[in-house]
Nanobody, 121 residues
Framework: QVQLTESGGGSAQPGGSLTLSCVST????MAWFRRHEGEEREFVAA????????SYADSVKGRFTISRDNTINAVYLQMNNLIPEDTALYYC??????????????????WGQGTQVTVSS
């Protein structure tokens, strides 16, 4: 059974940066989603197994970067220029395939436990 271990959440001021990490027990495409309080999870970013094919939600383009270290089956989310609207519970997800990914919540079979990101002054 695939397991995901997340780390790196915390607090930051507007304009600050945080990096989230997720280590998987398998080497497939991976993604980050987030859930604002009272809302459904929304897509943030995804990368195929190589890390060369990536996709971002419009709300984070130019500010967030997804990257991979496949020597340890890890995916990272570098979050720069944070804004209060980035405050959410962030989840790592792993797919079934290496080279395909989706923005759709239901496409991803395996999820991490979530890590809280809070942006406030």
């Amino acid at each position: 059974q695939v397991q995901l271990t997340e780390s790196g959440g915390g607090s930051a001021q507007p304009g600050g940066s945080l990096t989230l990490s997720c280590v998987s027990t398998t080497n497939t495409s991976m993604a980050w989603f987030r859930r604002h309080e009272g809302e459904e999870r929304e897509f943030v970013a995804a990368a195929d197994w190589t890390g060369t094919s990536t996709s971002y939600a419009d709300s984070v383009k130019g500010r967030f970067t997804i990257s991979r270290d496949n020597t340890i089956n890890a995916v990272y989310l570098q979050m720069n220029n944070l804004i209060p609207e980035d405050t959410a519970l962030y989840y790592c997800a792993a797919g079934r395939l290496k080279y395909a990914y989706s923005h759709e919540l239901g496409w991803w079979p395996t999820w991490g436990q979530g890590t809280q990101v809070t942006v406030s002054s």
